[in-house]
C-alpha cells in the first residue's frame, strides 16, 4: 500500500479532502490533488490526462470528490477526461459510469424503481402546462427539484395551483426540465446512509424543523441505529448505480412506507461524522486501498 499514488480530484482546502488526505498519510500512501476544473487531456503523442504538473494518467488510484458545474460543454468533457483516464487502466472512486447515472436525479430514480426499490411518484416534463397538470395529478402538493444539485439548493415545495403556475411558466424561459416529487409526509425526518465496497459504514437521521432536512439548510444530525430494512435497501441502492461508495437518502411516511429518494456519488460525511464513533475517513481510505490493491 506504501507505494500507492493516489490523485484526489478536488481542492485542497475543502474539509472532506484534507481529511482525506491525513487517512491516506496515516497509511502511508503517496497523495496529491487535481481540480476536476483544471483537466488537461492529450490524444496521440504522450497520450493521458493531467492537471498541470500531475499526470494523473501515472496514478494508481483517483478518487474523484468533486466535478464542478459549468457549461454543458465544460462538463461533458470533464466526464470525458475520467473516461479517458479509466480506459486507460487507472482505478476510479466512483467510475464515471457510477457518476453519470448518479448526478442525473431522474436517470438514478429510474435506475432505484427497476431494482424494485420504492420512490416516490414523479413526473418529468420540458412543457410548464403539462407541469401544472401534473402538479395537480400529485395532489397538489409537490417537491420541485433541479435535475442536478445536491444539499437541498433550488428544491421548492408548491401547494398552491395559481404559485405553482407562474414558477413554472418562469422557469419556462431558462429551458427548465420539471422534476415534480409528490410530497410526502415524514415528521421533518429523514436517513442518511454512507455505504462503501457493499456496506453500510454509517447513517444518521436528519432532523430539522421544516421539511427541508438537509444538514447544509438547517437541519441537525441524530444517531441512527440501521435497521435490516434500512440496510438492505440501501445496499440495492448502491447496486442499482453501479457505486464503489455512496450517500443514499431514504425518507419514512407516518404509515411506515420506506422510499428511496437519491444516491450521492460524492457524499459529504462531516456532520455524520459527529454521529459516528470512528474515523470515516479512515475507513473509506481501507476500502479505496484495498479496491485499488486488488485492480
Known amino acids: 500500500m506504501s507505494a500507492r499514488k493516489v490523485i484526489i480530484m478536488a481542492r485542497p482546502r475543502g474539509w472532506h479532502a484534507r481529511a482525506l488526505q491525513a487517512a491516506f498519510?496515516?497509511?502511508?500512501?503517496?497523495?496529491?490533488?487535481?481540480?476536476?476544473?483544471g483537466l488537461q487531456a492529450r490524444l496521440g503523442t504522450e497520450p493521458g490526462v493531467a492537471a498541470g504538473a500531475r499526470r494523473l494518467s501515472d496514478a494508481d488510484l483517483v478518487i474523484v470528490r468533486e466535478v464542478p458545474g459549468g457549461s454543458l460543454e465544460q462538463v461533458i468533457y470533464?466526464?470525458?477526461?475520467l473516461h479517458q483516464l479509466e480506459n486507460s487502466g487507472v482505478r476510479l472512486i466512483n467510475s464515471p459510469y457510477a457518476i453519470e447515472k448518479m448526478v442525473d436525479k431522474y436517470y438514478a430514480l429510474s435506475l432505484l424503481e427497476s431494482a424494485g426499490l420504492r420512490v416516490p411518484e414523479t413526473r418529468l416534463s420540458e412543457d410548464s402546462a403539462e407541469a401544472l397538470a401534473a402538479f395537480r395529478l400529485l395532489g397538489g402538493?409537490?417537491?420541485?427539484?433541479?435535475?442536478?444539485?445536491?444539499?437541498?439548493?433550488?428544491?421548492?415545495?408548491?401547494?398552491?395551483?395559481?404559485?405553482?403556475?407562474?414558477?413554472?411558466?418562469?422557469?419556462?424561459?431558462?429551458?427548465?426540465v420539471y422534476y415534480l416529487q409528490q410530497f410526502i409526509e415524514h415528521e421533518d425526518r429523514d436517513l442518511r446512509v454512507l455505504v462503501a465496497g457493499g456496506?453500510?459504514?454509517?447513517?444518521?437521521?436528519?432532523?430539522?424543523s421544516g421539511w427541508k432536512t438537509n444538514l447544509a439548510a438547517g437541519g441537525r444530525a441524530e444517531p441512527f441505529a440501521l435497521t435490516d430494512e434500512v440496510r438492505r435497501a440501501s445496499l440495492a441502492a448502491a447496486r442499482a448505480v453501479g457505486a464503489d461508495y455512496c450517500g443514499v437518502d431514504l425518507l419514512r411516511s407516518p404509515q411506515g412506507e420506506l422510499f428511496l429518494l437519491e444516491v450521492n456519488s460524492m457524499p459529504a460525511w462531516q456532520g455524520l461524522q459527529k454521529v459516528t464513533p470512528f474515523d470515516i475517513a479512515g475507513r473509506l481510505v481501507d476500502f479505496f486501498l484495498r479496491t485499488a490493491a486488488s485492480a
Do not use: H, I, N, Y
Open 141 to 176: 402538493d409537490v417537491v420541485l427539484k433541479p435535475l442536478f444539485g445536491s444539499r437541498g439548493v433550488g428544491m421548492v415545495r408548491l401547494t398552491d395551483a395559481e404559485t405553482a403556475g407562474r414558477v413554472f411558466r418562469a422557469l419556462q424561459l431558462g429551458g427548465t
Open 25 to 37: 498519510l496515516r497509511r502511508r500512501a503517496s497523495v496529491d490533488f487535481a481540480p476536476a476544473d
Open 78 to 81: 470533464r466526464m470525458d477526461a
Open 199 to 208: 456496506e453500510c459504514l454509517a447513517a444518521m437521521q436528519r432532523v430539522s
